[in-house]
């Protein structure tokens, strides 16, 4: 295929509307309590539905990273198109618990493994003068995807109730996605833009080798990045997932003020992934980096003294935003530090860490609140971690302005 014929905004397009859709599941917990109610199943069960589908989500990944490659590019987003949906839909037909689990959670996943990480690589892989910029807007369609899923579902909810509510769910995801598969195209390996030729600096510089996963897992960079990804991630997904909780007790915010915080942390999270992922194609990725973990430090800290609702809302805001620049740093991360040919495989073992976090931030959270009636500990290990999150981030470019020199 002529590669000038392909239009690589189309498929930035299907990037950007894949993970939309995926990050439907992130209203899930709109439908526990319904769920609850017209089932009588207990919310531990229900819940575990979502922490399923994060596990597999996380493992059919790294599969797909593996027999991805072997497969036509339309061909797996088709398939995980349809695993995607037909998770939905089977849940809404779900009259045991267990099938609501193999549904949400295992067929979900699936389909979640076969699209997320295979679409942020593939395209950024069209736009290596805009790297940052891609990942910001591919992963800001996963941030932004939640302030307008949640109304929609809410809404079928309301009308349909919770198992219709599910299929109509699945249908609408299917539509989607299926409408913007055709779109998908793989550039060739040695694929570049007209008129791209870049510089070489230690802000820029580019692994000339492309790294399998064996040789990524036996080089120091490869754990330095991962135990950074985990030490970065863990604290901002500690705040996000109990913002209104933290907001409520600490501010004293009242619901509705929850909400609307809930609301604009999605609107200035998918900001920060805009924002920082441009910046990062002038600045490079470590330097962007840096800023964000520093500033995402300071609004932390400084968060957990805030008292007055408006305040608190305010310095929210900055850690969303900085909080939404450190998963979309990763991606060209993985691809700047070990290639491009294999970034596919790599950064789905790299986003390992990101799930990671996932488990360990939220539960941190709720441990302290639940042992000590407080997020003060919340907040400090927050911190710690990084600092911690920091000082590997500086080892990592003393390492990469040598490499340069």
Request: hydrophobic residues 50%.
């Amino acid at each position: 295929m002529d590669q000038k014929k392909v239009n690589r905004w189309l498929v930035l397009l299907a990037g950007f509307t894949f993970n939309f859709c995926l990050s439907g599941t992130s209203a899930f917990s709109i439908f526990v309590k319904p769920m609850m109610l017209a089932t009588g199943w207990e919310q531990g069960a229900i819940a575990l539905s979502y922490t399923i589908y994060n596990i597999v989500l996380c493992i059919f990944g790294i599969v797909i990273g593996v027999i991805g490659p072997k497969l036509k590019a339309r061909n797996l987003m088709y398939i995980g198109s349809a695993l995607f949906a037909l998770g939905w839909i089977i849940t809404g037909f779900s009259t045991e618990v267990w099938m609501m689990q193999l549904g949400f959670g295992v067929v979900t996943g699936m389909g979640g493994g076969c699209l997320y990480n295979f679409s942020v690589t593939n395209t950024s892989k069209w736009f290596p003068d805009k790297k940052g910029f891609v990942s910001g807007l591919l992963l800001g369609g996963a941030a932004i995807g939640p302030v307008f899923c949640a109304p929609v579902a809410t809404a079928v909810l309301g009308k349909a109730g919770v198992n219709y509510a599910y299929i109509i769910m699945g249908i609408i995801y299917a539509v989607l996605m299926f409408a913007v598969g055709w779109m998908v195209q793989v550039p060739a390996p040695d694929y570049k833009p007209e008129g791209y030729n870049p510089v070489v600096t230690a802000a820029t510089n580019t692994s000339a080798k492309d790294y399998t996963w064996k040789e990524m897992m036996k080089t120091s960079t490869f754990y330095m990045l991962y135990l950074l990804f985990i030490f970065a991630c863990t604290p901002s997904l500690m705040m996000l997932g109990a913002v209104a909780s933290i907001g409520q007790d600490q501010a004293a915010m009242t619901p509705a003020m929850a909400s609307l915080a809930v609301s604009l942390l999605a609107v200035f999270n998918f900001l920060g992934r805009l924002f920082f992922g441009s910046v990062s194609d002038k600045l490079g990725r470590y330097n962007t980096l840096l800023i964000a973990l520093g500033v995402d430090l300071g609004a932390v800290l400084l968060l957990s003294k805030m008292t007055s609702p408006v305040m608190f809302m305010v310095v929210m805001c900055v850690v969303g935003a900085c909080g939404g620049a450190l998963l979309v740093m990763f991606p060209p991360i993985t691809s700047d530090s070990f290639g491009v040919k294999n970034s596919g495989l790599n950064y789905s073992i790299m986003f390992s860490a990101y799930s990671i976090s996932a488990l360990l931030g939220p539960q941190l959270a709720a441990y302290y609140k639940r042992t000590q009636g407080t997020y003060t500990m919340a907040f400090t290990w927050a911190g710690i971690l990084m600092g911690v999150a920091i000082v590997i981030l500086l080892i990592v470019m003393g390492k990469r302005k040598k490499s340069v020199n």
